[in-house]
């Protein structure tokens, strides 16, 4: 069956300092999503990739997409305290049930 | 604008007890999905209805029930509580590709 890993489970950054986490199927995706959810909150979309080597940007969020769209990755830019959350990569639509990757705990210090 | 509103914000229950979620969706949006979330864990989706008839199924507990009514509002029911089931059960809607997610009900089970 389909395996979706998400890694790192939990990132530790300075302020400024850069961030990754990815999303790696052994299996073809038809899209992934992105979500974040801050300690305490609930899931908030921040963008759906579709397209092979597709390149999303979000002021200091980039976005990407595989070739073969089977890896995905959310890069943050000079990090800040307001980016503190989990960031879940997610496969399926709106228009079907999503299942979400184990996530990746941000915590930033000042 | 209008969000996804879910009713009550925090439950506690005793074991055995049953309890009732409500989920009332994003004007004209006709998807309603249910997921649950464990401390650390990831949104797991449980059931989803579309236009008033259940649309998929996850890894719902036979205790557990739900529907969609006239309004679009939906609710979840849970019987027979377990410790097991203390979570955190987002509701998510959708009219396109992204889900809506609502504040979310804690359940604590006693």
């Known amino acids: 069956g389909q395996q979706v890993m998400q890694i790192p489970q939990y990132q530790h950054v300075q302020e400024g300092?850069?961030?990754?986490?990815?999303?790696?199927?052994?299996?073809?995706?038809?899209?992934?999503?992105?979500?974040k959810q801050r300690p305490g909150g609930h899931p908030v979309?921040?963008?759906?990739?579709?397209?092979?080597?597709?390149?999303?940007?979000?002021?200091?969020?980039?976005?990407?997409?595989?070739?073969?769209?089977?890896?995905?990755?959310?890069?943050?830019?000079?990090?800040?305290?307001?980016?503190?959350?989990?960031?879940?990569?997610?496969?399926?639509?709106g228009y079907s049930t999503l299942?979400?990757?184990?996530?990746?705990?941000?915590?930033?210090?000042? | 604008a209008a969000g996804v509103i879910q009713s009550p914000r925090h439950l506690i229950k005793e074991k055995r007890e049953t309890a009732t979620l409500k989920c009332y969706p994003i004007p004209r949006h006709d998807t309603v999905y249910w997921y649950q979330q464990g401390p650390g864990q990831d949104p797991q989706f449980l059931i989803s209805f579309y236009e008033k008839m259940q649309s998929d199924k996850g890894s719902i507990p036979d205790?557990?029930?739900?529907?969609?009514?006239?309004?679009?509002?939906?609710?979840l029911n849970?019987?027979?509580?377990?410790?097991?089931?203390?979570?955190?059960?987002?509701?998510?809607?959708?009219?396109?590709?992204?889900?809506?997610?609502?504040?979310?009900?804690?359940?604590?089970?006693?």
């Not at chain 1, 990815?22 to 979500?35: F, G, P, R």
């Not at chain 1, 299942?99 to 000042?110: A, C, E, R």
């Not at chain 2, 205790?63 to 609710?75: C, I, L, P, T, V």
Request: aromatic share 16%.
């Open chain 1, 17 to 35: 300092e850069d961030f990754t986490t990815y999303c790696n199927s052994s299996t073809t995706l038809s899209n992934i999503q992105w979500y």
């Open chain 1, 45 to 93: 979309f921040l963008i759906q990739l579709v397209k092979s080597g597709e390149v999303k940007k979000q002021k200091r969020l980039t976005f990407q997409f595989g070739e073969a769209k089977k890896n995905s990755s959310l890069h943050i830019t000079a990090t800040q305290t307001t980016d503190v959350g989990t960031y879940f990569c997610a496969w399926g639509s």
């Open chain 1, 99 to 110: 299942t979400f990757g184990k996530g990746t705990m941000l915590l930033v210090s000042p």
């Open chain 2, 63 to 75: 205790r557990f029930s739900a529907q969609q009514f006239s309004d679009y509002h939906s609710e």
């Open chain 2, 78 to 110: 849970m019987s027979s509580l377990e410790l097991g089931d203390s979570a955190l059960y987002f509701c998510g809607t959708s009219g396109s590709y992204e889900q809506f997610f609502g504040p979310g009900t804690r359940l604590t089970v006693l």
